[in-house]
Structure formats: structure tokens, C-alpha cells
């Protein structure tokens, strides 16, 4: 079932059993092996699961890179037909998701968007913040499933959530990649056959990093990672960051009970990817 309109939305949500668990997992199309594990969890832990398939015009700093991104919900839809369990996809018009105000709402999240994506793409955040919230509140799930692909945005939709005491459950889901280590993508099916083969090595240098960990500091693993993708052919680096995971400020000595991660967004063909690891 596909669902263009919020008011056809309320109405099949409007026929569920309210004692059934609702599980929802927003994407923005051009679907991929990574969206349909988040699917099939959802699936396996919820009765009814919605799909949401909204590109969503205000998390976009770059005109450019907002016209470029994939689209075709007819592909995206012929992917979940297969699979099992109750499902219904809503793709919604900008100005029905919106009512008619195509703007990003003000959100403060105790400085976890000042660093890494934040610092590069200015009202990212916001527009994630704002469509996210406006899917909960529509959708009104028991729980909604994110992948850690993108961890920066997934912290801050944990910290929203808590924000506004919304009555959802945020699951965090693992990086599902190609065989050759990347990160799976939307962005990757702009990239050439050439240039998503070699873009494994973003996996690659992650891995390293993770070893060097063990017996490094974290401002040498940055200069050695600064390094590598200097010297690597086709790849222009934006940031390598270490960070503790839960506020995502950079790491300045190593601590027992703190969790660390890898944070790093590079150039490849002009498509921006980025990619992170758990280094302990």
C-alpha cells in the first residue's frame, strides 16, 4: 500500500489494531540493502511497519546536491514488495508534509551539532530535526529504526526525542556494506563502477585506525589518517575525527568507561560520503 497524503495516512493508521506495535523507518528513497535491514528488524519486532519516503528539501545546505539525489519511487516500492509482514509506504508531497510552510524549525542539541557534520553543512541538523519530528508525530510509532551510518544524526535524534518527551523508542541499527567494505548509500549509485570499488579504502583506513587505537593516541591516528588520504589518488578528505560516542566531542585522553568512534566524510567523483567505526 502506498499512501501519498497525510490525511490517507491517519486513515489506514485509523484501521490498525491499537493494541499492535507500529514501527516506522524514514528514508529518502533510492533504496538499498542497508534500508531493508532496517525494514526486516522493523518487521520482525513490530506488526505494522510505514516506510516513509520523503526527500526532504530543508536538511539540504546544497541546492546542487538536493537536485542530484536519486529518485524513483516505483523502483523503491517494487523493493518491499517481497517482503513479508504488514507494510505500507508513505511518500508524501513537500507541501502536504509541511502544510504549506517549507521551513526548518529551531532545535538546540547541547552542542552535538557543532562538530563533524555540523560544522560542514550549516542547518543540516535542523532539517533532519524537523522532519524527523514531524514523522513521529504523524506517524506516531512505538518504535523508529536509524542507521548508524549516519551516528551524528542518530545521537541527535535520541537527544530530540528526549527533548520533547515524544513516546518512541529511537533504534539504532549497524552499518550494512558492500562486499569490498563500503558504507552502503543512496550517494554511492553516483559514483562510478571504478570509484565505488576504490572507495573501499575509506572502510579500510577505518579498520586501521581501530588497530592503531590499541596502542596510539588519538591525535596521531588523525595525522597518520590526514596522511593517507592526502596520498590516496581520487579521494579529497573533508574531516577524520576521534570522538567519545556519546557527545561527540573530540577525544582528548583515553578514559576506561567512555566509548570512542571514527568519524570521516570524504569527497570521491564530487559525491560526499562519510563512514564511522566503534574503536573500542
Known amino acids: 500500500m502506498v499512501l501519498r497524503q497525510k490525511r490517507g495516512l491517519h486513515g489506514f493508521l485509523n484501521t490498525l489494531d491499537p493494541n499492535h506495535s507500529l514501527g516506522l523507518v524514514p528514508t529518502m528513497g533510492a533504496l538499498h540493502f542497508g534500508h531493508l535491514s532496517l525494514i526486516k528488524k522493523a518487521l520482525v519486532e513490530n506488526e505494522t511497519v510505514i516506510v516513509s519516503i520523503f526527500i526532504n528539501p530543508t536538511q539540504f545546505d546544497n541546492r546542487n546536491d538536493l537536485e542530484k539525489y536519486p529518485a524513483d519511487l516505483e523502483k523503491d516500492i517494487a523493493l518491499l514488495e517481497d517482503l513479508p509482514g504488514d507494510l505500507a509506504v508513505f511518500a508524501p508531497h513537500k507541501d502536504d508534509m509541511y502544510d504549506g510552510q517549507v521551513a526548518a524549525a529551531s532545535y538546540k542539541f547541547n552542542g552535538l551539532d557543532k562538530v563533524m557534520e555540523g560544522t560542514f553543512r550549516e542547518g543540516h541538523f535542523q532539517g533532519v530535526a524537523?522532519?524527523?519530528?514531524?514523522?513521529?508525530?504523524?506517524?506516531?510509532?512505538?518504535?523508529?529504526?536509524?542507521?548508524?551510518?549516519?551516528?551524528?544524526?542518530?545521537?541527535?535524534?535520541?537527544?530530540?526525542?528526549?527533548?520533547?518527551?515524544?513516546?518512541?523508542?529511537?533504534?539504532?541499527?549497524?552499518?550494512?556494506?558492500?562486499?569490498?567494505?563500503?558504507?552502503?548509500?543512496?550517494?554511492?549509485?553516483?559514483?562510478?563502477?571504478?570509484?565505488?570499488?576504490?572507495?573501499?579504502?575509506?572502510?579500510?583506513?577505518?579498520?586501521?585506525?581501530?588497530?592503531?587505537?590499541?596502542?596510539?593516541?588519538?591525535?596521531?591516528?588523525?595525522?597518520?589518517?590526514?596522511?593517507?588520504?592526502?596520498?590516496?589518488?581520487?579521494?579529497?578528505?573533508?574531516?577524520?575525527?576521534?570522538?567519545?560516542?556519546?557527545?561527540?566531542?573530540?577525544?582528548?585522553?583515553?578514559?576506561?568507561?567512555?566509548?570512542?568512534?571514527?568519524?570521516?566524510?570524504?569527497?570521491?567523483?564530487?559525491?560526499?560520503?562519510?563512514?564511522?567505526?566503534?574503536?573500542?
Open 130 to 280: 524537523t522532519i524527523v519530528e514531524l514523522l513521529l508525530r504523524t506517524v506516531a510509532p512505538k518504535r523508529a529504526y536509524f542507521g548508524e551510518k549516519d551516528f551524528q544524526q542518530l545521537q541527535i535524534i535520541k537527544n530530540v526525542v528526549a527533548q520533547k518527551n515524544l513516546p518512541v523508542t529511537i533504534v539504532g541499527c549497524p552499518i550494512v556494506r558492500e562486499p569490498n567494505g563500503l558504507a552502503m548509500s543512496s550517494r554511492n549509485e553516483r559514483l562510478s563502477a571504478k570509484a565505488r570499488e576504490q572507495a573501499g579504502f575509506i572502510h579500510q583506513t577505518l579498520l586501521t585506525a581501530k588497530l592503531k587505537f590499541g596502542t596510539e593516541n588519538a591525535q596521531e591516528i588523525k595525522d597518520w589518517a590526514l596522511g593517507v588520504f592526502n596520498k590516496a589518488e581520487g579521494f579529497r578528505l573533508e574531516y577524520f575525527e576521534i570522538v567519545d560516542e556519546t557527545t561527540l566531542t573530540p577525544i582528548q585522553a583515553k578514559q576506561k568507561n567512555l566509548k570512542y568512534r571514527a568519524f570521516v566524510a570524504v569527497y570521491v567523483e564530487d559525491v560526499r560520503l562519510i563512514d564511522n567505526m566503534a574503536l573500542n
